[in-house]
C-alpha cells in the first residue's frame, strides 16, 4: 500500500478512491474491498478481474475468485442509480431502495424479489424480497415515481406514509372526470401500493368523492389539486365548501388535516356558512377570473369595494362579517356605498409601475384623476369627491375641469390616449413631444400641462425654441424614456443618435443646446464615421455594452479595426475626436505598423504576422526591429522575442518570405520551414541548402533537411507532399512519371533522402516523353 495514494498514476488513483473520482476518502487497506466497489469501478466494461488483481499488487484485500465468478452484467445495472451501469451509483444511505427494485426488475425483466435478494448480498440495506409481488408493470414503477421534484431520489421513500398528493399527481394523466370515479382510482391506487409494499397515509386510503372535490382548488374534483405539506390552505377555500357540503368549517378544516394539509386557517371558525355569506368572500374585478380575499390581506379595502358594489351591501357590512368569518379586516372608516363605477378609480392600472389599485395612504397622481374624468365623462371635481368619499385623503388640487380629446392625448404617455397617463411628473421628452403635436414651443406646451394641474414640469433653465418637431422629441428618446435636461448627456448617446442620422456627432449636441441641455459633450466631430457604432461597443459589436470612457484597452482597437475594415491608427484618432482615451496613444507610424504590407494601407491584419513582417516595416519606416516589435506589442498584437541572429541582414526577408519574394505573405514564428522552401531559397540565393538551414535557425525557425539533399533534387520534391517520411509504390510511379525518371532512379533517390520506400525491385526504364494533343484545325 503507497504512503500517499495521491502519488499513483491516474488510474490507480481512481480505483483506490471511495468514490471513484481520483480523490479522498481513499479505500482503507486495513479493510476488505467490497465486491460493489469492484462492480462499481468495471462498470459495464466487465473488467472486475483485472481490476482486483491491480488492487492485490497495490496491498489492498479483494474479494475471493468464487465471489468475482459470481458477477454478471446485471449487478453493475443493479447498483447504478439510472439503472444502465453507470455512475451516479445507489448507497446504503438510500431511503428509496423499494422504487429502485422496481425500476431496475422493469429494466432486466426479473421479478423484483430476484433484484431484492441479490442487493442485499451486495450489502445494501434492500427491502425484504417477500414484501414485493410476483410481477410488476410499468405502471407500478410510474406510481412509485416521485412527482414534487424535490431532492432525495427519483423515488418516493420506502418509510414514509404515502400522501394523497402524490396519489392524484400520479394520476393525473389519467384521471377521471366525476369525483366518484376519481376516488374510486384513488383507493386501487392506494391498493397497489399496498401491494407494492409501501405504507399509505390513512387519508389517502379511505377518500371519498366529497373528499376529491375538496382538495380541488375549484372545488370541482378535478385538477389543479390544493398543494399539500407546508403550503397554506385558504380560509376562503374551507369556507365555501362548508357552505355547498353543509358542513361545519371546523369539521373540514379537520378533514384536510386527515388528508395531508398541515396548515389549515388560524383562529376559531364559525359553526356553519350560508350562501350569501360565501358571495363575501370573492369578486370579480380581478384578471383571469374570481378573485378570493387571503384571510390576512394586507389591503382588504378594494375587496370590500368590489364586493360591496356586487352585492349592494354596505361596505362596513361587509368587513364585520368576514372578520365574523375570520378574516383580518382592520376598523376603519369606510364608504357608505359602492358601485360599480368606483372600479377605475380605485385601479391603479392607467398608471406605469402602480399596483393593482391605488393605496389610501398614498397620495392619488394628477393623471388618474384627469384620465378618470375624461372616461367618466364628468369633472374633474366630481372624480376628487368620489375619492374623498371612498376614503382617499391625499388628492391634488386640480381646477374644475371638463377634459377634451386633446387633454387626454396630453397626459397619455405615448400621446396616443391610451393608457398609462403621466402621474404627477411631465418629463421635459413628454413635454417637447406634445409641443411638436401641438405645433408650440415648449413653454406653451408647459403652461397647458399647468392649467390640467401638473405643477412638477420639467423645464430647462435658459432660452428654448419658439417650435420644435418630432424629431427634436425623436433626438431626446432614450431606451427607457427621455433624457433629463439637468444630467450630462453621455458621449454614447451622442454617438448613437448621431449615427441614426446620418451626422457627425457635433451637430447632434448643437441640437442638443438648442433645446436647452447645457451639459454635452464639447468638441465632436462634424463629420460622421460608419465605424463609430463599432468603436464605442463592447467587443465591437453594436447594440452591445458601451465601452467606457478612459482606458479604451489596446485589443478593442485591433478588433474594432478588423471588424469596421479600417486603420487601428484611424480607430484610435476617431475615439480621441470623440472624447474616448485609448491606452496607447496614436503615433502617425502605427498606420505603417499596422498594414500587412507596410504601405499604410489596408489589409489590417488582426494577429502578428511572422518576424519577416517586422523585417519589412523597420525598413519602411527606418527604424530598428526592435523598435517596430516594441510597438507592435503596445498595439497589442503580443509580446513577440527576436531571435538573436547576430543582426539582421538584407537577404533575411526573401528567407522568410513564403514565396521568396521579400513580401508578404511571411513564415509564421517559429514554424518549420519545408525542404521546399529551402531548396527554392537556395537555388534563388545561390547558397548551400545548409546555409539557408543554418540562417533559417538564427531567424528562430527550426528547420532542418537530409544531409544529401541538394538544390537538383527540387524537381522531385516539387510534385510529392511537404517533407515526406514515406512513399508508397504508386507514389514513385507518379514522380517517376512526372519527372520523368525511372521508378528505380526516384526510389533510389528517396531511399539517400532517408525516405521509405517499399522494397521492391523498380523499372529501370523511363517512361516515353509525353506527346501534345494535336490541336483542332481551324
Avoid at 361545519?248 to 384536510?256: I, K, M, Q, T, W
Wanted: with cysteine; hydrophobic share 40%; charged share 25%.
Amino acid at each position: 500500500m503507497p504512503n500517499d495514494p495521491a502519488s499513483l498514476s491516474h488510474t490507480d488513483r481512481r480505483i483506490v478512491s471511495r468514490a471513484l473520482n481520483y480523490q479522498a476518502p481513499w479505500l482503507d487497506p486495513a479493510e476488505p474491498v467490497t465486491l460493489c466497489h469492484l462492480i462499481r469501478a468495471a462498470g459495464r466494461s466487465g473488467d472486475r478481474e483485472e481490476i482486483a488483481a491491480r488492487l492485490t499488487e497495490l496491498g489492498y484485500v479483494v474479494p475471493p475468485a468464487g465471489q468475482l465468478a459470481s458477477v454478471t452484467a446485471d449487478d453493475a445495472m443493479m447498483i447504478s442509480r439510472d439503472g444502465d451501469g453507470l455512475q451516479p451509483w445507489i448507497t446504503p444511505e438510500d431511503h428509496s431502495f423499494r422504487g429502485h427494485v422496481l425500476s431496475v426488475a422493469r429494466r432486466l425483466e426479473l421479478p423484483p424479489a430476484v433484484i431484492a435478494a441479490r442487493l442485499a448480498e451486495l450489502d445494501f440495506p434492500a427491502p425484504d424480497p417477500g414484501s414485493f409481488p410476483d410481477e410488476i408493470t410499468d405502471a407500478d414503477r410510474d406510481l412509485v415515481r416521485r412527482r414534487d421534484g424535490g431532492g432525495g431520489g427519483r423515488w418516493i421513500a420506502d418509510d414514509d406514509p404515502v400522501p394523497l398528493v402524490h396519489v392524484l399527481a400520479a394520476l393525473e394523466r389519467g384521471m377521471p372526470k366525476k369525483p366518484q370515479e376519481v376516488a374510486s382510482a384513488i383507493l386501487a391506487a392506494c391498493e397497489r401500493l399496498g401491494r407494492l409494499g409501501y405504507r399509505v397515509d390513512p387519508g389517502a386510503a379511505d377518500v371519498t368523492a366529497d373528499d376529491v372535490v375538496l382538495v380541488s382548488r375549484e372545488l370541482d374534483g378535478q385538477a389543479p389539486w390544493l398543494p399539500a405539506g407546508d403550503e397554506p390552505v385558504p380560509l376562503h377555500h374551507v369556507l365555501r365548501f362548508a357552505q355547498a357540503h353543509d358542513r361545519a368549517p371546523g369539521e373540514v378544516a379537520a378533514r384536510l388535516g386527515r388528508l395531508g394539509h398541515h396548515r389549515l386557517p388560524e383562529g376559531p371558525t364559525v359553526d356553519s356558512v350560508t350562501g350569501e355569506e360565501t358571495e363575501l368572500l370573492g369578486h370579480g374585478w380581478g384578471v383571469g377570473g374570481r378573485t378570493w380575499l387571503a384571510q390576512d390581506d394586507p389591503d382588504p379595502f378594494p375587496h370590500l369595494v368590489a364586493v360591496g358594489a356586487a352585492t349592494g351591501k354596505a361596505p362596513a357590512e361587509i368587513a364585520r362579517r368576514l372578520r365574523t368569518l375570520g378574516f383580518t379586516v382592520p376598523e376603519e372608516e369606510l364608504p357608505a356605498r359602492t358601485t360599480e363605477s368606483d372600479r377605475p378609480l380605485i385601479s391603479g392600472r392607467t398608471l406605469a409601475g402602480a399596483g393593482t389599485w391605488l393605496s389610501r395612504t398614498q397620495p392619488v397622481p394628477v393623471g388618474h384623476i384627469l384620465h378618470n374624468a375624461h372616461a367618466r365623462g364628468a369633472s374633474t371635481a366630481s372624480v376628487l369627491a368620489r375619492l374623498k368619499e371612498l376614503g382617499y385623503a391625499r388628492l391634488p388640487a386640480i381646477p374644475d375641469l371638463q377634459l377634451t380629446d386633446d387633454d387626454l392625448l396630453l397626459i397619455s404617455e405615448r400621446g396616443d390616449g391610451a393608457t398609462p397617463v403621466l402621474g404627477d411628473t411631465v418629463p421635459y421628452g413628454r413635454l417637447v413631444r406634445a409641443a411638436a403635436a401641438t405645433g408650440t414651443g415648449p413653454r406653451e406646451a408647459a403652461v397647458r400641462y399647468r392649467e390640467l394641474g401638473y405643477t412638477d414640469v420639467v423645464l430647462p433653465d435658459g432660452p428654448l425654441p419658439d417650435s420644435v418637431t418630432e424629431g427634436d422629441a425623436d433626438l431626446i428618446t432614450t431606451d427607457t424614456g427621455w433624457l433629463a435636461p439637468d444630467e450630462a448627456v453621455p458621449v454614447p448617446f451622442v454617438v448613437r443618435r448621431a449615427h441614426a442620422e446620418g451626422i457627425g456627432p457635433a451637430g447632434i449636441v448643437r441640437r442638443l443646446r438648442a433645446l436647452g441641455f447645457h451639459d454635452v459633450p464639447d468638441a465632436l466631430p462634424d463629420t460622421p464615421h460608419p465605424a463609430d457604432l463599432v468603436m464605442i461597443s463592447e467587443g465591437a459589436k453594436p447594440g452591445g455594452d458601451l465601452l467606457p470612457l478612459t482606458g479604451v484597452p489596446a485589443h478593442h482597437i485591433l478588433r474594432a479595426a478588423h471588424t469596421a475594415d479600417v486603420s487601428p491608427y484611424d480607430i484610435s484618432r476617431r475615439l480621441i475626436a470623440l472624447g474616448y482615451t485609448p491606452e496607447v496613444a496614436p503615433h502617425p507610424d502605427d498606420e505603417v505598423i499596422c498594414s500587412a504590407n507596410g504601405d499604410g494601407r489596408a489589409p489590417w491584419p488582426w494577429g502578428s504576422e511572422g518576424l519577416g513582417h517586422v523585417l519589412l516595416l523597420a525598413k519602411v519606416l527606418g527604424r530598428t526591429p526592435q523598435d517596430v516589435n516594441a510597438r507592435r506589442a503596445a498595439l497589442g498584437y503580443g509580446e513577440r522575442q527576436l531571435p538573436d541572429a547576430g543582426g539582421f541582414e538584407d537577404g533575411d526577408m526573401v528567407l522568410l518570405s513564403e514565396n521568396l519574394d521579400a513580401r508578404g505573405p511571411w513564415l509564421r514564428w517559429g514554424t518549420d520551414p519545408s525542404w521546399k522552401h529551402v531548396l527554392r531559397a537556395a537555388r534563388i540565393t545561390g547558397r548551400d541548402p545548409r546555409q539557408i538551414v543554418e540562417r533559417l535557425r538564427l531567424l528562430g525557425h527550426a528547420a532542418d533537411v537530409p544531409s544529401a539533399l541538394g538544390v537538383d533534387d527540387l524537381v522531385l520534391l516539387e510534385v510529392m507532399p511537404d517533407d515526406p517520411r514515406s512513399v508508397d509504390t504508386a507514389g514513385i510511379l507518379s514522380v517517376a512519371t512526372r519527372t520523368g525518371r525511372s521508378p528505380a532512379e526516384v526510389a533510389a533517390r528517396l531511399r539517400e533522402l532517408d525516405i521509405e520506400v517499399p522494397d521492391l525491385d523498380y523499372p529501370t526504364r523511363r517512361p516515353a516523353p509525353r506527346t501534345p494533343r494535336a490541336g483542332r484545325s481551324v
